[in-house]
């Protein structure tokens, strides 16, 4: 299980922010033809959790920022 964030809103308690999302086992990030891919979400302020619809374009980005910051890290070491 792979964990990115970005920034998001939570329905339940209407928090705006970096939010935390996780990969699931059960599905296909690797798939070219994909609109989109389901996450599980975290809500750091309230700790709800829901499984959300990610469009392919913004896991993509997610996926870039992290990788930006594992370089960021390992370089100022």
Do not use: H
Not at 27 to 55: F, H, K, R, T, W
Not at 63 to 75: D, G, H, Q
């Amino acid at each position: 299980m792979n964990t990115y964030t970005s920034w998001s809103s939570c329905d339940e308690c209407g928090f705006q922010g970096l939010m935390e999302f996780n990969t699931r086992e059960d599905e296909n990030y690797d798939d070219q033809e994909a609109l989109g891919v389901m996450m599980d979400c975290i809500c750091p302020s309230c700790g709800a959790s829901e499984c959300v619809l990610i469009v392919t374009e913004q896991y993509e980005e997610m996926v870039l920022m992290s990788k930006n910051v594992e370089t960021a890290k390992r370089s100022r070491k």
